[in-house]
């Protein structure tokens, strides 16, 4: 990506996806262009870390760095990005740890950073986030237990974390989330038994928590749910009885 484009410091939108475009997101860009709204460079082949400088888009409502090759972690100034409503970081070779400041973002509707190489904890201050609507991180290393403050989604409509190394039960609190369409655990170490509050997510319409290690009966508050309204619900390999 060319450096003069720094010199377009009135530019609100920046759209080169779907190129093959190389090289690493030059720094100079973040720190000039400072009234983007828009950042796309999705379906290239950037690579290298995300510069710590994305932190000055103080006007950023979208930005998709999606099926690139950036590595390294997601840097902690995009907790900066405070008008920020879309984030995706999908199809990359991002690692580390998911930062806190994440929790940060109060005006995100959309977090999509599946199919990366992410690992360590959800970070409880994801719960924070109170506008959003999607949150999507299954294809990762993530492990350790879900966060129980996710239950204060209230806008949340799609939760996928399938294929991660989570554990423990799968938290009472996510029964609170009124408005999920989507919950999506499998391909996880989940343990422990259905919680019955699941029982109260009335949109839900899918339900996917195959290959894991969940036992016990089902809850007969989550039979006429189950038969009524899930589009898929996998036993296998669960304990779970038929």
Known sequence: MPRELALLTELMTLDVGDNSLVGTLPEMICEELVQLETVNITNNVFSGALPSTVGLLGALQELDVSHN???SSLPSTLGLLGNLEQLDATFNQLTGVL???????????????HQNQLA??????LGLLSNLQQLEVDGNKLNGTIPTQLG???ALEELHLFDNDLNGPIPSELGALENLEVLGHGWNALTSQLPSHLADLSSLKELWIYDNQLCGPIPPEMAALLVGHIHCI?????????
């Open 234 to 242: 996998a036993r296998h390999p669960n304990a779970l009885p038929r």
């Open 69 to 71: 090759d950036f590595t």
């Open 99 to 113: 930062t806190s400041a994440l929790g940060d973002l109060s005006n995100l509707e959309s977090l999509l950073l």
């Open 120 to 125: 360590g904890q959800l970070p409880s201050e």
């Open 152 to 154: 204060g989604l209230m």
